[in-house]
Nanobody, 118 residues
Framework: QVHLVESGGGLVQAGGSLRLSCVASGGTFSNYALGWFRQAPGKEREFVAA????????YYADSVKGRLTISRDSAKNTVYLQMNSLKPEDTAVYYCAAGAATNNLNYWGPGTQVTVSS
């Protein structure tokens, strides 16, 4: 079973950037597809981005395409979410997820708060 811990959240002004990190332990990193989700206050958790085990194929929600980039570093057992041109509507708790496939992510981290001020 894989254990995930996110970091890198914080408060940023609109138009700014943040990079989230998620370190995985307890499993073979290269065997897992990885993803990022977010949940804003009063809303359901939503998909943000995902990356296959091979790193060659990535997926993004339409609302973040061109601004957020997911990547993975197998040497560091870490998945990243580079967030640029941030908007107040990006404010949410961001969760890292892992699983056998990008449509079957069933391991979750505790989340990290991202707040974008206008």
């Amino acid at each position: 079973q894989v254990h995930l811990v996110e970091s890198g959240g914080g408060l940023v002004q609109a138009g700014g950037s943040l990079r989230l990190s998620c370190v995985a332990s307890g499993g073979t990193f290269s065997n897992y597809a990885l993803g990022w989700f977010r949940q804003a206050p009063g809303k359901e958790r939503e998909f943000v981005a995902a990356i296959r085990r091979s790193s060659a194929i990535t997926y993004y929600a339409d609302s973040v395409k061109g601004r957020l980039t997911i990547s993975r570093d197998s040497a560091k057992n870490t998945v990243y979410l580079q967030m640029n041109s941030l908007k107040p509507e990006d404010t949410a708790v961001y969760y890292c997820a892992a699983g056998a496939a990008t449509n079957n992510l069933n391991y979750w981290g505790p989340g990290t708060q991202v707040t974008v001020s206008s």
